[in-house]
């Protein structure tokens, strides 16, 4: 198994632009998530998905959107960059929480906005 | 809503030293404590989690321990070497009206030196 993969690893993009940051898992999983991690703040949660088809808001979404199509995938989507989403992103993927499966994650995208 | 508070922020210790790592969570409406290891420009490891209904788990020279209603976790780290050396994360999972979330304290840096 792969685990938990996400592209790109390192991405530079002007203030406005979008983009898409990538994340797949092969674990079946039904649940996957989205978290941003910045110094003095620690891990915060942006977007999460319960199935396919299904996605709700975490604590930071704004400026973000999400869409849960197949069990694999689980896309973050940019919409116009501000400096402030400068940041690592961590996607994450479990079975249904309240368990006793971890939660595992990938290796994170980090996001520099000029 | 959800605080996770990981003391110390750093520590620094000799090869072969045991030590303690504290976590704390300000609501004890958990349904289970997670404790990861980031290493530098990597993703979380999970090392250890703990269901509500549990004490304490143990993984090799990892001890972690939960007290729900004092709101206290603590990982025992035994005989440390200089792998271990990394950011050691603590995550709450609790159900919130929105769904399930993963509230993570910000980390206690460990170096163990040769």
């Known amino acids: 198994n792969a685990g938990v993969t996400q592209t790109p690893k390192f991405q530079v993009l002007k203030t406005g632009q979008s983009m898409t940051l990538q994340c797949a898992q092969d674990?079946?999983?039904?649940?996957m998530s989205w978290y941003r991690q910045d110094p003095g703040m620690g891990l915060r949660l942006i977007h999460y998905?319960?199935?396919?088809?299904?996605?709700d808001q975490g604590e930071v979404p704004n400026g973000y959107n999400v869409s849960r199509s197949t069990t694999e995938d689980f896309p973050l989507r940019l919409l116009s960059a501000a400096p402030s989403q400068t940041s690592v992103y961590f996607c994450?993927?479990?079975?249904?929480?309240?368990?006793?499966?971890?939660?595992?994650f990938g290796p994170g995208t980090r996001l520099l906005v000029l | 809503k959800q605080e996770v508070t990981q003391i110390p922020a750093a520590l620094s210790v000799p090869e072969g030293e045991n030590l303690v790592l504290n976590c704390s969570f300000t609501?004890?409406?958990?349904?289970?404590l997670q404790w990861f290891r980031q290493d530098p420009g990597k993703g979380l490891t999970s090392l250890l989690l703990?269901?509500?209904?549990?004490r304490e788990q143990t993984s090799g020279r990892l001890n972690a321990s939960l007290d729900k209603s004092s709101g206290r976790s603590t990982l025992y780290i035994a005989a440390s070497q200089p792998g271990d050396s990394a950011t050691y994360l603590c995550?709450?999972?609790?159900?919130?009206?929105?769904?399930?979330?993963?509230?993570f304290g910000e980390g206690t840096q460990l170096t163990v030196n040769p």
């Open positions: 998905s319960v199935g396919a088809g299904i996605t």
């Open positions: 609501d004890s409406a958990i349904y289970n």
């Open positions: 995550a709450v999972g609790a159900w919130e009206t929105s769904g399930s979330r993963l509230t």
């Open positions: 703990i269901q509500s209904s549990q």
């Open positions: 674990m079946n999983h039904e649940y």
């Open positions: 994450a993927s479990s079975s249904p929480p309240g368990g006793t499966a971890p939660q595992y």
